[in-house]
């Protein structure tokens, strides 16, 4: 399945998913099949014919999609690796639960727990330790259509689910009252959450395995090389990246404290259990103030390899001045124009 906005996911988004994510949790032999869902998010998605869906509407279509298909396959004896991404693991999460009652032509739509059938999620807003719409439970938004679901079970069926450090929707702070902290999450909805697919093997590789209450539950989270905060300073040309090269170390400690560690951009606790919000976080404070001016000397260590000779801002000074000579060659190119015509 795709995510909000893409109810149709494409062969290439298949074989991506497939590759990356999907064959080393499925069974030898296993074959990639499209499934169309929903995906709608209004007012987010852009798309004309998703677009009046809210979430939760589109959550329930979703359920019920996934649960009539599940009978399908099991009627032809198959087994079953499901993936989701984004909305479709919401859905993915809920038909987990027997008792699901999100659907829209049966009473219920989740799956009995002996049904031959796994889960591999990304981006999941459920996450039990860092999914939004687990952060907070109980909160419901229904002139937005969007209900705060809670948590993926914790002990269903077999899971395999990635997160990417700093996804907002995936790995929102635990103690979101650091503004930073929350600020950076909200960036990473847009710069982090949509870029699964784009990641390489090696990348995915590195995910790191968190601890979890469950044998059959497998959470893993891939690191994020840079703070979606700065990524406006970045963008800025030449000195963009050196300004973000000394922020960067020790902003991350205030971010990282957001998720109640000063070294981890994430939680943690077991990541299959559910971790509410919380309000200060049991820290070292002594600790973090020596990893807030290591942070600081890095900043500089790293602002001053950037500036001198041969650091990043000088390659990229380089490579405008390579595109402009290349841009004046080609002008110089150009036929020449005579009084006869054009």
């Not at 719409?133 to 948590?151: A, D, K, V, W």
């Not at 990473?188 to 044998?215: F, M």
């Not at 891939?222 to 990246?241: E, F």
């Not at 405008?320 to 150009?334: I, K, P, Q, R």
Request: with cysteine; charged share 10%.
């Amino acid at each position: 399945m795709g995510g909000s906005g893409t109810p149709i996911p494409s062969e290439d988004y298949i074989q991506a998913a497939f590759d990356l994510y999907v064959n080393p949790h499925a069974p030898v032999g296993t074959i990639p099949q499209q499934l169309v869902t929903p995906e709608g998010l209004y007012p987010i998605t852009p798309y004309p014919y998703v677009k009046v869906l809210p979430l939760s509407i589109s959550v329930d279509q979703g359920n019920q999609i996934v649960y009539d298909e599940v009978l399908r396959q099991l009627a032809d004896d198959n087994t079953l690796t499901i993936f989701g991404y984004s909305q479709s693991a919401i859905i993915s999460s809920l038909v987990m639960d027997p008792d699901n009652a999100g659907c829209v032509n049966t009473p219920t739509c989740g799956i009995a727990p002996d049904t031959p059938v796994n889960f591999v999620l990304i981006g999941n807003e459920m996450n039990p330790n860092g999914g939004f719409l687990s952060r907070f439970p109980g909160l419901n938004l229904p002139s937005l259509g969007i209900p705060f679901y809670g948590p993926t079970p914790e002990d269903s069926f077999p899971v395999a689910n990635y997160m990417l450090e700093y996804d907002g929707f995936a790995d929102f702070p635990q103690y979101p009252g650091n503004f930073l902290s929350s600020l950076n999450a909200a960036m990473g909805i847009g710069t982090v959450h949509g870029t699964y697919l784009k990641l390489t093997p090696d990348q995915v590789a590195s995910a790191i395995e968190l601890p979890t209450s469950s044998a059959t539950q497998k959470y893993y989270v891939i690191p994020s090389a840079d703070l979606p905060l700065l990524a406006p300073v970045r963008a800025i040309p030449v000195i963009g990246q050196p300004i973000a090269d000394l922020l960067q170390p020790a902003l991350r400690v205030i971010v990282n404290l957001g998720y109640g560690d000063p070294k981890y951009g994430w939680s943690q606790g077991p990541a299959n259990v559910e971790t509410p919000f919380g309000v200060f976080p049991d820290v070292d404070w002594g600790e973090t103030i020596n990893l807030f001016f290591e942070g600081v000397a890095q900043g500089i260590n790293d602002f001053v390899a950037a500036i001198i000779p041969g650091g990043s801002m000088w390659q990229e000074l380089e490579s405008h001045a390579t595109g402009a000579v290349s841009a004046l060659a080609g002008l110089t190119a150009l036929p020449s124009l005579t009084a006869g015509g054009i």
